[in-house]
């Protein structure tokens, strides 16, 4: 794991790359069961009303929160497919997949990762303790070497506000531009 300084540093680099990304037209889907599944939820909310600042509302999908295509795809398809479905129906290249799992072995947030990356996505994991399968399979990965859950899940929650906050200040100085603008 990094140390904790690197790991905010990576956290609002991330911000920055996404802030980018995400005015040029690319769109967040956030992943995660549990208490992950709620910070995927708060990053896109964050994103897409406010965070500090106002700003344009910014693209972001928690793959969770549409919970009649969740629960046909669990039954439908099992489960394990449940995200990677929708990865594949909303996932364009140059989106980013941002995959949280406090073990890193979640079944359905590693099929959703294979398939972001199939689909030509970057993948981004936050996760507990490495190595683990979903940091293999993230183009890069924040983990946080905690023993407990909890831990880890409230550390990912600090990580998405640095996060967050470098998505705001990259975007600062476009407060005025239209949507259409940005979308043209």
């Known amino acids: 794991m990094a140390a904790e300084g690197e790991t905010l540093a990576r956290a609002e ?4 790359r996404l802030a980018t990304r995400l005015e040029d037209g690319a769109r967040l889907l956030a992943v995660g069961n549990g208490g992950s599944a709620a910070e995927a939820q708060h990053l896109t909310a964050e994103l897409v009303g406010r965070f500090e600042r106002d700003r344009l509302a910014l693209s ?8 009649s295509s969740l629960t046909a795809i669990a039954n439908d398809f099992g489960i394990e497919e449940a995200f990677a479905r929708q990865v594949v129906a909303h996932g364009r ?18 099929a959703a990762a294979r398939a972001a990356r199939e689909c ?18 993230c183009d890069e990965v924040l983990s946080i070497d905690a023993e407990r859950a909890c831990t880890v899940q409230e550390l990912h929650l ?20 239209s949507h259409a603008e940005v979308h043209a």
């Open 60 to 67: 972001a999908i928690c793959l969770h929160g549409d919970t």
């Open 158 to 177: 600090v990580a998405i506000h640095v996060l967050c906050g470098a998505v705001d200040a990259t975007l600062a100085g476009d407060l005025r531009r």
């Open 93 to 110: 290249p140059g989106d980013v997949l941002v995959a949280l799992s406090t073990s890193g072995r979640s079944p359905n947030v590693l």
């Open 120 to 137: 030509g996505l970057t993948v981004w994991g936050m996760t507990g303790p490495g190595p683990n399968p979903l940091a293999d399979l």
């Open 13 to 16: 680099e991330w911000g920055a």
